[in-house]
């Protein structure tokens, strides 16, 4: 007959217990509460962040753009035909942000940097850089140094016209 040890009951107990992951995860949903022409009214994102991706349960990415009072406005990165007046969507606590690279040269991808050429995945070495960032001042772009015809001789003998980043002097 078999005898069984309280000693080894409560050492798998204890095992099992170890293994068990304790940590709450919070995410935050929002129902749709209009949809049309690539742009959803969601409500119940209080905490979005504008700039911020967030998911559909139809697996559809937005961006948010407008943030308001009781709602935020997103901009649908994909088609809206799953998406209803109701239809959850979360948030990813990621700003949007595509990675870039020489992979890139030569490629279609969507406005979040998947490639649609069918050509498989992009390769190479890639950065991450937001989608809307704060432009570089003016003293650190490429100075103005080739003049620009634009083939009206009014225009061109009034308007001095250059083509570049900036203007050194005037």
């Given at each position: 007959?078999?005898?069984?040890?309280?000693?080894?009951?409560?050492?798998?107990?204890?095992?099992?217990?170890?293994?068990?992951?304790?940590a709450?995860?919070?995410?935050?949903?929002?129902?749709?509460?209009?949809?049309g022409?690539?742009?959803?009214?969601?409500?119940?994102?209080?905490?979005a962040?504008?700039?911020?991706?967030?998911?559909?349960e139809?697996?559809?990415?937005?961006?948010?753009?407008?943030?308001?009072?009781?709602?935020?406005?997103?901009?649908?990165?994909?088609?809206?035909?799953?998406i209803?007046e109701?239809?959850?969507?979360?948030?990813?606590?990621?700003?949007?942000?595509?990675e870039?690279?020489?992979?890139?040269?030569?490629?279609?991808?969507?406005?979040?940097?998947?490639?649609?050429?069918?050509?498989?995945?992009?390769?190479?070495?890639?950065?991450?850089?937001?989608?809307?960032?704060?432009?570089?001042?003016?003293?650190?772009?490429?100075?103005?140094?080739?003049?620009?015809?634009?083939?009206?001789?009014?225009?061109?003998?009034?308007?001095?016209?250059?083509?570049?980043?900036r203007?050194?002097?005037?």
């Open positions: 007959m078999v005898t069984i040890r309280p000693e080894e009951i409560s050492a798998i107990l204890k095992q099992q217990i170890s293994g068990v992951n304790t709450a995860e919070l995410e935050e949903v929002g129902r749709v509460l209009q949809v022409d690539g742009i959803a009214r969601v409500y119940g994102l209080a905490n962040q504008a700039g911020e991706l967030v998911e559909f139809t697996g559809v990415q937005a961006i948010v753009l407008n943030l308001e009072e009781d709602n935020v406005g997103v901009v649908l990165m994909g088609s809206g035909s799953g209803r109701g239809s959850k969507v979360r948030r990813t606590n990621k700003i949007a942000s595509i870039v690279g020489e992979g890139f040269v030569g490629r279609v991808v969507n406005p979040l940097g998947v490639p649609i050429d069918g050509k498989g995945p992009i390769t190479g070495v890639k950065y991450e850089m937001p989608l809307e960032r704060k432009a570089p001042g003016v003293i650190y772009r490429q100075p103005v140094n080739e003049p620009l015809q634009t083939g009206i001789k009014a225009i061109d003998s009034m308007i001095p016209i250059g083509r570049g980043q203007v050194d002097h005037w």
